[in-house]
């Protein structure tokens, strides 16, 4: 569309950008959040609403095909190297930011009827591990991530751990109760995945609609809701480890899951 320079942080768009980068509740009422590198700022570029797009001069070079890209499809903006160093998230930034509309979610209801493979995450709360599960959610060919009060998946530190495929998984939002009546309600087996005492990864089929629980870092799944699933399971560990890193457990049920088309 066209493209201006910007010198001033006080600059209006700025001063959103710096906002939503902070405040979860600011993105949640503005119905926006952000991006940073290239490469994840180009790839919403065909899947989501920009609202403004900023490159430094240095950036606007290097990532040429990024920058013409962009620029036919929203209002980009140059930046100085100082502001570049203001909003930056990153020690290394590659001088390219963007910010996004927040995709719209269906109620839950739909989205659960049509998705065979879903994945309910409970109380996940460091963005690392979220990144990482959203990731592998995209890798595995997940048809729906099910967030019951977890850490807010809009993030700066989420969305850069995910890699851009905070754009390609399905997501909605639900209290724990609601998400395990709406997928019994479809017909899928909920599988609650515990540290022991479950049936052995490996040792069963998943049913063909099928929904795994993934419980909080510290604490796993609230006993509570293990009673709500139909069938608890357990990834079986050798030597003196007993229980893996929330993402590796999770990535590792996913990935069996997916084997079953």
């Not at 001033?8 to 940073?36: A, Q």
């Not at 990153?90 to 209801?109: D, F, H, L, R």
């Not at 609601?178 to 049913?207: C, N």
């Amino acid at each position: 569309m066209y493209t201006d320079r910007i010198t001033s942080p006080d600059n209006e768009r700025i001063k959103l950008y710096k906002r939503l980068y902070l405040d979860k509740r600011y993105r949640r009422k503005e119905g926006l959040f952000v991006l940073e590198g290239a490469r994840l700022v180009a790839d919403a570029a065909g899947s989501m609403d920009l609202h403004s797009v900023f490159f430094t001069e240095d950036a606007a070079k290097t990532y040429s095909d990024a920058y013409d890209l962009l620029s036919a499809h929203s209002r980009v903006s140059i930046i100085t190297d100082e502001i570049a160093d203001i909003i930056s998230g990153t020690e290394n930034s590659q001088g390219v930011y963007a910010i996004v509309k927040s995709p719209v979610e269906e109620p839950i209801s739909d989205m659960v009827r049509d998705a065979k493979r879903v994945i309910v995450l409970d109380s996940i709360q460091d963005p690392g591990n979220m990144g990482t599960m959203l990731r592998t959610a995209d890798a595995c060919g997940i048809d729906l991530v099910i967030l019951c009060t977890c850490t807010d998946e809009l993030s700066p530190k989420v969305v850069r751990s995910a890699m851009g495929s905070i754009m390609r998984v399905a997501l909605c939002h639900a209290s724990f109760e609601q998400a395990v009546a709406e997928l019994k309600a479809v017909g899928h087996t909920v599988y609650a995945a515990v540290i022991d005492d479950g049936a052995a990864l490996g040792s069963f089929r998943f049913a063909e609609r099928s929904a795994v629980i993934i419980g909080n870092e510290g604490n796993g799944i609230p006993p509570e809701h293990v009673k709500l699933a139909d069938m608890p399971i357990t990834i079986k560990m050798h030597g003196t480890i007993d229980s893996l890193n929330a993402a590796m457990a999770a990535g590792i049920i996913m990935w069996e899951l997916s084997r079953y088309e």
